[in-house]
């Protein structure tokens, strides 16, 4: 089944930029995607995943773009005393659409775990945003493996939503390895991956509409190497330069007049 947007193209701006500069991407994106083909038609949906003190302003600025905002996180609770945390209630009534959730980076640096993912889940789609679920293999290793790693990341992502509540999910296939690199992995390495994790993906009552994207040095180019074994794709630093994201989203406008 082909869903539409034929694509899924997002940004995460990390920690690298500060205010002023965020609100100077934010209004260069803006004016790209206002009058992109590739929004217009249908061939990709773009988001945009800024700091914690931008979305504000990237809601006001991206959003009548047709462009879709998220967070790098979220508390698995909606309310309380937990110093320093967000509630996905309190983004979801700033206009955010989707939480990025278990970065590589978090799990690393912060102590993200396979059941804090969980419970981070569960707390985006009950509070009705779309998680950016991110899975990958810690380590260099073949489709077949990286692709079990993926699917029991996955699983125990979703293990703990409650019944009833199960919702479109992005899954960002990022190897490890391949985040902050010069290149990104292999297409066969990627495609091996993909296809066989959105098979798992797409067989999970409750799930449907999910999509597979890759993330970890993606750049202008990759996604016509993959072509249809990816929903899209998860950017980073290959994203700084507007030019670079408006030639990703040119090439999903070649793709998108290749049936799926
Ligand atoms: O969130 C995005 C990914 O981690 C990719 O980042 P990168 O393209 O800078 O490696």
Known sequence: MTYRPRFTIGV?????????????????????A???PALLSG???????????????AVERLTPAG???????????DRGAFTGEVSGAELAELGCTLAEIGHAERRRLFGETDETVARKIAAALRNGLTPVLCVG???RTDPERAAADCIAEFDSAISAVEPGAAGRILVAYEPHWAIGAAEPASPAHIAGVTERLAAHVAAVPGYEGSRVIYGGSAKPGLLPKLGSAVGGLFLGRFAH????????????????????
């Open 34 to 36: 206002a009058g992109h």
């Open 67 to 77: 462009v879709l905002v998220g967070a790098q996180d979220l508390f698995w609770e």
């Open 12 to 32: 995460s701006l990390k920690m690298y930029f500060g205010h002023a500069e965020a609100l100077r991407w934010f209004d260069r994106v803006a004016e790209l």
């Open 137 to 139: 293999e810690a380590d």
């Open 241 to 260: 330069d507007p030019a670079a994201l408006a030639a990703i989203l040119d090439e999903t406008v070649q793709l998108a007049e290749v049936p799926a």
């Open 43 to 57: 061939a990709a949906e773009l988001f945009v995943i800024p700091s914690f003190p931008a979305l504000p302003a």
